[in-house]
């Protein structure tokens, strides 16, 4: 069984910044790609933020994060972080750590594993 935690969340001003983890545990976890998908309300659709994979490091955002969010992984750890910067109220979602075992996917569908979502709120 995978298990994701993510952690980071909180309250924040317009131009502040926020640094996400996200700490994956289990025995047949091979991680290669990890993500952050964002809710910005309860029966709205997870939309992708970032990803990063395991084999070549290669990163990609969504453009409106782009310039502004940077993902890291941490393979000995099997940790994900995502820095946010100049952060604004569009931003505020709860934001949800995801894993797969095959290469990049942007859709929220293909990635089987998730954390529990870790509340983003940035204040005008």
């Known amino acids: 069984q995978v298990q994701l935690v993510d952690t980071g969340g909180g309250l924040v001003q317009a131009g502040g910044s926020l640094r996400l983890s996200c700490a994956a545990s289990g025995r047949t976890f091979g991680g290669s790609t990890m993500g952050w998908f964002r809710q910005a309300a309860p029966g709205l659709e997870r939309e992708f933020v970032a990803a990063i994979t395991l084999s070549s490091n290669s990163t990609y955002y969504a453009d409106s994060v782009k310039d502004r969010f940077t993902i890291a992984r941490d393979n000995a750890k099997v940790t994900v972080y995502l820095q946010m910067n100049s952060l604004k109220p569009e931003d505020s979602a709860i934001y949800f750590c995801?894993?797969?075992?095959?290469?990049?996917?942007?859709?929220?569908?293909?990635?089987?594993?998730w954390g529990q979502g870790t509340q983003v709120t940035v204040s005008s």
């Open positions: 995801a894993a797969r075992n095959l290469r990049y996917s942007r859709f929220s569908d293909d990635y089987p594993y």
